[in-house]
């Protein structure tokens, strides 16, 4: 039974957070301030650094708590368990162009529409995209059409949690996950995994570095063979947060490529 899936009202979420260890509750709607950091050491993503402003310029933050990318200038791919269903939307603001929230630069621009992954269920097909009133000039970031790069080392980006239990970041945070095969993965997490759709990444030894509450949606990514940034993995949920064999799970977006490609079209991008 996976109802820990479901998107749910803030106090519902902070009792399922309790209960529930493997949560893909996306974190508080408002971003707490990071303290302040002059000189400190350890920013902890789980076991990240700080972003350099304009370093990955296609993350977006998200109202509801959770991360996104710019898939087009107006359209953000994220997780769709961080949206209510498909339709009309306005109510979710993204903030752009910025790795400080609170930046009087940041670009922010309301959502228009919303595209669920069809048929999502809260087992896979973990995606959707929001549809932006108006582009934002930032580069945009290449999504993997096939599994050739599925693999090595992925950057993961986000506002979200720094350590389980922890508060949404005022700074974006980075960090690097090594891939885990899908063997090893399912190992971890049985049935819960859909591997066809999904794949896994973190330190299974040690743990130390993951994504956690806050990240969803967020894309993890890598290198081409061009030097270009793409997008292999959405941020989707785990066992708690950088736990030792628990590996942070992600839409395998080679997998949706063609229906994420569909969709776009469809909300005109
Ligand atoms: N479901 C979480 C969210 O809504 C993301 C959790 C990721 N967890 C992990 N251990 N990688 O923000």
Request: proline share 5%; charged share 20%; net charge negative.
């Amino acid at each position: 039974m996976r109802s820990y899936r479901k998107p749910l009202s803030r106090s519902t979420a902070l009792a399922a957070v309790a209960l529930a260890a493997v949560s893909l509750q996306p974190g508080s709607a408002s971003a707490a301030p990071a303290p302040a950091s002059a000189g400190s050491v350890h920013h902890q993503v789980v076991g990240g650094t700080k972003a350099g402003q304009g370093e990955f310029p296609f993350m977006v933050r998200l109202s509801m708590g959770c991360g996104g990318a710019l898939y087009a200038k107006d359209i953000v791919l994220t997780a769709a368990h961080c949206v209510d269903g498909s339709g009309d939307n306005t109510s979710i603001t993204a903030t752009a162009g910025v790795v400080d929230l609170e930046d009087s630069a940041a670009v922010k621009v309301n959502s228009t529409k919303v595209l669920q992954a069809p048929g999502y269920d809260g087992k896979g097909k973990d995606w959707a995209l929001i549809k932006l009133a108006e582009p934002v000039d930032q580069p945009t970031l290449k999504i993997a059409e096939n599994d050739k790069l599925n693999s090595g080392d992925f950057t993961i980006a986000g506002w979200g949690a720094e350590k389980e239990g922890g508060s949404q970041q005022r700074y974006l945070l980075k960090a690097t996950v090594p891939f885990v095969d899908d063997a090893a993965c399912e190992k971890a997490y049985g049935d819960q995994l859909t591997p066809g759709d999904e794949i896994c990444a973190g330190k299974l030894d040690t743990g130390g570095t993951d994504t956690c509450q806050g990240d969803s949606g967020g894309p993890m990514f890598r290198k081409d063979d061009a030097g270009q940034w793409l997008q292999v993995g959405i941020v989707s949920w785990g066992e708690g947060c950088a736990r030792p064999g628990k590996p942070g799970v992600y839409s395998e977006v080679s997998t949706f490529a063609a229906d994420i490609e569909k969709a776009a079209g469809e909300l005109g991008g």
